[in-house]
């Protein structure tokens, strides 16, 4: 199926959608420093690849979004965030212990390397969320026409 | 420690379900199978400590202590597990892992199986989260992710209407009871400013507000949706014939028990503990009327188990006979719970509890044995409809051999399993009150008729459409005959059961000495 979306369109989506998804990269990393964390970041640059598919059309879509490849990095996203849960089993689950004796995450409180296994968390739910929102909404763009 | 592995081991799999499917069609399978029965063996030991020591297991989030630093009141996710608890994750992971192994051979038709393996290994997760936790909101989210699985797999077979059909009605509903819930949850914590269960039993104790008892009708508006009782059923009896009959055994054995009954108990004596505000009563101090909770809970039960047993009587889909008949048997449940908060501290309400607990992991074992029939049925003739099916028994004597199992035990007949459970419930209500026993009575009546009309279906004489039928494969066979056995064994020892295990749950969750609420109480200390 062909883009309906015109040239100008297509030129601000060019020049936008690099800014959306470094803009939801910052909401990501900074989770636990500003407002905003895994879930609204991952939503955001979700928001840049809806905007690469209603701008450049579903057939261009087609050719750079790789379902296995979504579903397994979904996967990832649960097991790094689980992962990170479980670091601190030794104690209880959820146990920060990056925070309290881990190396490099352990810094001043307000700096980015600062809060254990928070930053590690949101990554893993940006990802999960980013990659979760672009199948869905690829996967109902995607679906049977109105008619057959 | 065991608990946390009760909940990592399911998320594991489920996380790992699409990394894992890549390696092949077959693995994924395996790798459900591994999963669930990792998860049986955790929750087996969990409630083997349980049982053993006979006390409380309060497990912690993120730290040692519930308690912050420097206040005096817990501020962490809390896990509690008494032996209610344990025992209920012992039968989710039990009758799960058997539904896991039936789908190797009833699923293998249908694609996206995938999916399908992460949902069901969801909805396990959500089950065994809403039985272990000891936070309300940690409840919601287990509720949340329990319904959402459960809706996504009642619609799995997205080709056939029915699917469909029944999904979005079980949806909008369900999302309506929910959110019931979640404004009961935050009616709690606008006035008592805690989400932590036990702490809430203290705080509610010592002010009990009109909110609280508003809070309290929510709940019970909502679990008694997601129970299936008799108002507001009319989900189920779309919802369990339209899923896959692997995802129906979980949904009529296990879901409505996990976030329907189980849920009230939990609420009503862990929160509104009826002890607690009869004592307070006694003093003239404010309380919640715990008795006008106990009648509405026994008006509805039996509502559901009078109709629900008489609408199974009219139905010639198989598989919504059954599903009537898990209504009316969530009437009996409902029954006990209710009159073991009317009859609290007597020797009939602790009865009357035991005998509920009972119920739900017998009817777990039946109502899960019977719709494996019904998918071996659906599998290898094609049809549900029980007037074009008669005469199964020469060509699947096995799949019948279970059946006549299945329905005896539910009816109650004494060498089985359902005999013993229900016998309890008909005995305490009859301390309690006959009028109640009678109409229990009735109810078993109806579910008498009804199954006899199946059976006719299996010992009839040969219809044209069996001509062609035989015995599905070993992996749909075996978990049907383990369940057999599981029934048959459980009802010959009936009142062992009942006495080592059934009554010490009962005691505990009654918590007559306020045992849950001081599981808590001792990390603050002094009190």
């Known amino acids: ?77 649960g097991l790094v965030f689980l992962g990170a849960a479980m670091l601190g089993l030794g104690v209880a689950f959820f146990y920060n212990t990056l925070w309290h004796n881990g190396p490099i995450l352990n810094g001043e409180p307000g700096t980015l390397l600062s809060a254990g296994y928070l930053p590690i968390m949101n990554l893993a739910v940006g990802l999960k969320v980013y990659t979760g929102l672009m199948s869905a909404v690829f996967a109902i763009a995607l679906f049977r026409r109105w008619r057959k | ?51 053993k020591t006979n006390e409380i297991i309060l497990y912690t989030l993120g730290s040692d202590s519930p308690i912050g630093q420097g206040v005096k009141f817990p501020i962490r996710i809390v896990w509690e597990v008494d032996l209610f608890g344990a025992l209920l994750a012992l039968t989710i992971a039990f009758v799960g892992f058997l539904a896991v192994v039936y789908s190797l051979g009833y699923m293998k038709h249908d694609t996206g199986l995938e999916k399908y393996y992460t949902l069901i290994l969801i909805l396990e997760l959500g089950m065994l989260g809403i039985v272990i936790t000891g936070d309300i909101f940690n409840f919601y989210v287990f509720l949340e992710i329990m319904s959402i699985a459960s809706y996504a797999l009642v619609a799995f077979r997205n080709d056939t209407w029915e699917g469909i059909e029944a999904g979005v009605k079980y949806m909008f509903v369900g999302s309506l009871a929910s959110s019931f819930i979640l404004l009961g949850i935050a009616l709690l914590y606008g006035q008592y400013g805690t989400l932590t269960m036990s702490y809430l039993a203290i705080k509610i104790a010592e002010n009990p507000t009109v909110v609280a008892k508003v809070a309290l009708a929510f709940f019970i508006g909502g679990l008694l949706f997601k129970s299936g009782a008799v108002p507001v059923h009319m ?250 056995v599981v029934i048959i064994v459980m009802g010959l020892l009936p009142w062992q059961i009942n006495d080592k295990v059934m009554l010490p749950t009962a005691r505990m969750l009654e918590q007559l000495n306020g045992e849950y609420i001081m599981a808590l109480l001792k990390f603050i200390g002094g009190a």
Not at chain 2, 9 to 38: C, H, T
Not at chain 2, 444 to 459: C, E, G, I, K, M
Request: charge should be positive; glycine fraction near 10%.
């Open chain 1, 1 to 77: 199926m062909k883009s309906d979306m015109g040239l100008i369109v297509k030129t601000m989506a060019r020049a936008t959608i690099p800014l959306i998804g470094i803009f939801g990269a910052y909401v990501v990393s900074h989770g636990h420093l500003t407002p905003g964390g895994g879930f609204q970041g991952g939503a955001t640059i979700a928001g840049a690849g809806i905007l690469f598919i209603i701008a450049f059309g579903l057939d261009e879509a087609k050719k750079r979004i790789n379902k296995n490849l979504y579903s397994a990095l979904e996967g990832l996203g």
């Open chain 2, 1 to 51: 420690m065991m608990l946390p592995f009760l909940i990592i081991i399911p998320l594991f799999g489920a996380f790992s379900m699409p990394i894992v499917s890549l390696l092949g069609k077959k693995v994924k399978e395996y790798w459900a199978v591994i999963i669930s029965g990792a998860t049986l063996a955790v929750s087996a030991k969990i409630f083997y400590t349980v049982w």
């Open chain 2, 235 to 484: 989900w189920l009896a779309d919802a369990h014939p339209a899923a896959p009959s692997s995802i129906s055994a979980m949904l009529s054995g296990l879901v409505i028990k996990a976030g329907g009954v189980y849920a009230v108990a939990r609420i009503i004596f862990s929160i509104f503990n009826p002890g607690l505000h009869a004592y307070l009563r006694a003093f003239n101090a404010p309380a919640v009327d715990m008795n006008v909770v106990g009648w509405v809970i026994v008006f509805f039960a039996c509502l559901t188990l009078l109709v629900g047993n008489a609408m199974a009587v009219v139905q010639t889909d198989m598989k919504r006979l059954f599903a009537f008949s898990s209504v009316g048997q969530i009437g009996y449940i409902l029954l006990g719970i209710g009159i073991g908060i009317l009859a609290y501290g007597t020797k009939a309400g602790e009865l009357a509890l035991a005998g509920a607990i009972y119920h739900i992991v017998n009817h777990a074992l039946i109502k899960a044995l019977l719709f494996l029939v019904a998918g071996a049925v659906i599998h290898q003739v094609g049809t549900k409809n029980l007037n074009e099916l008669s005469g199964l028994a020469k060509r699947m004597p096995l799949t019948t051999f279970s059946f006549i199992i299945g329905a005896a035990a539910i009816i109650g007949l004494p060498p089985l399993n359902g005999f013993a459970s229900k016998w309890i419930i008909y005995e305490s209500s009859a301390m309690y009150n006959p009028i109640l026993a009678a109409i229990a009575v009735v109810g078993t009546v109806f579910s008498l008729a009804a199954y006899t009309r199946v059976l006719f279906t299996f010992l009839g004489r040969e219809s044209d459409r069996i001509k062609e039928a035989k015995e599905p494969e070993k992996s749909m066979i075996i978990p049907m005959l383990i369940l057999v």
